[in-house]
């Protein structure tokens, strides 16, 4: 019983270095979605998809991007890390069917330090 | 732009104690509300999820209500326990087919043996 899946659960990276954070799920779910959590903050929307082949922005995008080739996997692209980006970050996903109103599930997150 | 608090941001109650956490939201337009519990280094894992047209919802020792028209939820802990001890996330599902959600910062409780 998978769920939600999300790798690697740390890492260091260096200003200006790039690295893709891994999201999978094994519940055949239409929506994915990123989020980040900051002390004080709660969690804010990065980006989000309906299904494969969909993406959109949420509230903090810049810095960031996704791709959704499978309806599986979300992976979250960092292309050029800088300080401010370091954060917890989590994946989550939940069906779509019949309305919205569907609970998400959540990865364990990815604790990320941007040197 | 809907904003969402969570008041206090930290509880600590001796156990056995009946508590209520807060949870204010400033855009009545929402699809549905639901509360999370996080531990610590861990992901969230939902506890009630309430639609837009209910008034509360219940599971075991934890109820949770929502008022639209005030822009309020409460989450309801009966019997505190240790194991009750986490962080407790409101969010509201908003936007065009509901795809976006926004949190509230999190009440941090402590449940004192």
């Known amino acids: 019983n998978a769920g939600v899946t999300q790798t690697p659960k740390f890492q260091v990276l260096k200003t200006g270095q790039s690295m893709t954070l891994q999201c999978a799920q094994d519940?055949?779910?239409?929506?994915m979605s990123w989020y980040r959590q900051d002390p004080g903050m709660g969690l804010r929307l990065i980006h989000y998809?309906?299904?494969?082949?969909?993406?959109d922005q949420g509230e903090v995008p810049n810095g960031y991007n996704v791709s959704r080739s499978t309806t599986e996997d979300f992976p979250l692209r960092l292309l050029s890390a800088a300080p401010s980006q370091t954060s917890v970050y989590f994946c989550?996903?939940?069906?779509?069917?019949?309305?919205?109103?569907?609970?998400?599930?959540f990865g364990d997150g990815t604790r990320l330090s941007i040197l | 732009k809907q904003e969402v608090t969570q008041i206090p941001a930290a509880l600590s109650v001796p156990e056995g104690e009946n508590l209520v956490l807060n949870c204010s939201f400033t855009?009545?337009?929402?699809?549905?509300l639901q509360w999370f519990r996080q531990d610590p280094g861990k992901g969230l894992t939902s506890l009630l999820l309430?639609?837009?047209?209910?008034r509360e919802q219940t599971s075991g020792r934890l109820n949770a209500s929502l008022d639209k028209s005030s822009g309020r939820s409460t989450l309801y802990i009966a019997a505190s326990q240790p194991g009750d001890s986490a962080t407790y996330l409101c969010?509201?599902?908003?936007?065009?087919?509901?795809?976006?959600?926004?949190f509230g910062a999190g009440t941090r409780l402590f449940v004192k043996a």
């Open positions: 969010a509201v599902k908003v936007g065009t087919g509901g795809f976006k959600t926004i």
């Open positions: 998809s309906v299904g494969a082949g969909i993406t």
């Open positions: 989550a996903s939940r069906t779509t069917g019949g309305a919205s109103n569907q609970p998400q599930h």
């Open positions: 519940m055949n779910h239409e929506y």
């Open positions: 855009d009545s337009a929402i699809y549905n």
């Open positions: 309430i639609q837009s047209s209910q």
